[in-house]
């Protein structure tokens, strides 16, 4: 039962986006009074979730597009950006993954 | 593995000290998020793990994460690590030190550290300048880079911190960028499982003097100049030497057993109290 619950979950993808929906989804939250506005976030997200807002603060102007692959929270020098997991999807780093040459437990 | 939301709980004293004094984009943050993310992921208690800081942008860190904590003295970190490991050896102790303050003040403790092998995680957070007197050279600055006190460039060589800890005798020597952070977190994981000196340079920048002064861009563009110009050690060795040119090479140095400082000491210790016998 749960198998094929899994797989319907996989199907509903939103008709008016063409790629098929990430298979882990993200939820994005900045912290305005944390974050300085260094724009790493901006620059180097992989799946190009944020843009710049007014006050040179990153917005979360995409979060479909979101992985949940946590290249902004590793790498957010003021810990102002935090991804959760859309609840039923698999986390980012699977266990058993060599990662700086250490197996993940 | 802990959310960020748990990790910032748990390790940060986000009540009182945040936002942090480090500047936009700078890659000390990066470090300590590594930090915590590798304490996490190996388990430890936090009131078994002990962080030691000397001075500069990088001393700041021990002010912001709740461990036992200790912000010493210019250069002098690992001296008061040693003093440390020997009264409590069964904390894991961090000694986190910027260039400067692990090569030029403290360069002595630094290798004099590395030779005794006792088991402590150093880490060098290395952007090649004094960021915060405001960038003069430091010791690892390249050859013919400004600095506030080279304006016609700097003519020393720069020190390769990785080769120095290797000839002193430690037990674990690996380098990685604040790029790969995820790299630099399983090196960080590896030196706190480490039974001896561990040392991870972990190559940053700084933007706000050294990048201002050589024209290099925002933390952006050094972020991204880190993560074109470094090579893993496995493809360094295939490159030729010219191609290597301002290259950085990541990976694991040394990974070696050496007999740990404390264990032998603890042994001492028995032979004096049972008379010189054992």
Known sequence: ?105 | MATQRQLIYDYLRHKKKFPNIWCAGCGIGIVMGAIIRAVDELGYDKNQVAMISGIGCSGRMPVYLDFYTMHTTHGRALSFATGLKLARPELKIIVVMGDGDALAIGGNHFIHTARRNIDLTAIVINNATYGMTGGQYSPTTPQHMLATTAPYGNIEQDFPICELAQVCGAAFVARSTVYHVEELQGYIEQGLEKKGFALIEAVSYCHTTYGRLNRLGSAVDMMRALKENSVTRQTAEKLPPEELQGKIVRGIFVDREVPEYTQLYQKIIERAQSGGKA
């Open chain 1, 1 to 105: 039962m749960q198998a094929g619950e899994e797989s319907q979950v996989v199907e509903e993808a939103p008709p008016e986006t063409t790629k098929p929906r990430p298979k882990r989804r993200g939820r994005v939250t900045v912290f305005d009074n944390w974050c300085k506005g260094c724009g790493l976030c901006v620059a180097f997200c992989p799946r190009k979730v944020f843009e710049l807002g007014p006050e040179g603060h990153p917005v979360v102007a995409h979060e479909e597009r979101c992985t949940a692959c946590n290249w902004c929270v590793y790498h957010c020098p003021d810990f102002a950006i935090v991804v959760e997991l859309v609840e039923g999807d698999e986390p980012a780093r699977k266990t058993g993954q060599s990662v700086g040459g250490r197996v993940r437990r």
